[in-house]
């Protein structure tokens, strides 16, 4: 396999994993009305360096060590938080892919997010590359665990499958706008494809392009069908969709080329990255779509073992 096709375990759990199973639910939170030196002996007690300001169970602002500095410079010996802290909070929602929160972290440069409830608005944890780092390797050890065991009850192996030239094929509808129940599909796919025994590294090349593919179906359309054709030589994928069509396919394929809405790229979607991560993923890629009509993407990965 060429080296630009490798895609590694962490890579294929940063689209998997949601912010909120790796996030922090037990937040230390402090009110607006908290004094300044109330802070300081929270974050020198806690070891932390920042905290969510909550009043009446909604997030406000966020101080931090900085901004008790910052009072001290100023020459104010105890004012309220309020006065300090940051109002303009750049916040996560828990049903976020973690690989939007990966990519907000780089973008920013800070060192935590406060995480939402996407339908109440309400604080419901708060995340930093630390817990990044934490949830990724606690999901390789469960996974590491739940593979070898799944070994031994696979029902059908890929050899299997490449003896008695096998063709199997697994359908999805996907739901368009629907970005809490997003990247259901590529998860469901990635499952039934384990139990045939393929192989891990070939696994992660197909989870990510398919959630890309899923994505794009469910920001831009009404919702779309997924099908996978698994044949002794490789995994095909085709997502069709009847929604608005793409107008420049070349100009789509160019990374970060995005027609996302903002309202769409609030939600932490729509970096239009999608189309060419397929792209690197796949061993072949076939895009089709008429503006008005629809888009038919297909890509294959191959992985016969010789």
């Not at 060429?2 to 912010?19: G, S």
């Not at 101080?63 to 009072?71: P, R």
């Not at 299997?160 to 063709?167: G, K």
Request: proline share 3%; with cysteine; aromatic share 6%.
């Amino acid at each position: 396999m060429a080296a630009a096709k490798d895609v590694t375990r962490i890579q294929e759990l940063i689209y998997e994993l949601k912010v909120g199973q790796v996030m922090v639910t037990n937040v230390i939170t402090v009110s607006p009305s908290s004094r300044m030196s109330d802070l300081r002996d929270l974050l020198r007690n806690e070891r932390i360096s920042g905290v969510p300001v909550v009043d009446d169970e909604q997030l406000v602002g966020l101080v931090s060590l900085e901004d008790f500095i910052t009072c001290l410079s100023d020459g104010e010996q105890d004012c309220c938080v309020a006065e300090q802290m940051s109002r303009d909070v750049k916040t996560l929602y828990n049903s976020d892919p973690l690989v939007h929160a990966v990519e907000e972290f780089e973008h920013y440069g800070y060192g935590r997010f406060p995480v939402l409830d996407r339908k109440t608005e309400q604080l419901v944890g708060i995340i930093t590359k630390g817990d990044i780092v934490k949830g990724l390797l606690n999901k390789m050890e469960i996974d590491f665990h739940a593979e070898e065991t799944a070994r031994l009850k696979t029902e059908y192996s890929l050899e299997e499958i490449i003896a008695d030239q096998s063709r199997f094929t697994f359908r999805y509808d996907i739901v368009g706008q629907d970005f809490d129940r997003a990247g259901e599909t590529s998860s469901k796919l990635k499952t039934a494809l384990a139990r045939l025994g393929i192989a891990p590294e070939i696994l992660r090349r197909v989870a990510i392009a398919t959630y890309e593919a899923e994505m794009n179906a469910v920001i831009y359309t009404d919702g779309g069908k997924l099908a996978a054709r698994v044949t002794p030589e490789k995994v095909v994928v085709e997502v069709e969709d009847a929604g608005p069509g793409i107008e420049d396919l070349e100009k789509a394929m160019e990374p970060g080329f995005s027609t996302a809405p903002n309202w769409v790229r609030e939600l932490g979607f729509g970096a239009g990255m999608g189309l060419s991560n397929i792209k690197k993923c796949a061993d072949q890629m076939q895009l089709d779509s008429k503006p008005g009509i629809g888009t038919h993407l297909m890509f294959s990965i191959n992985h016969r073992r010789e």
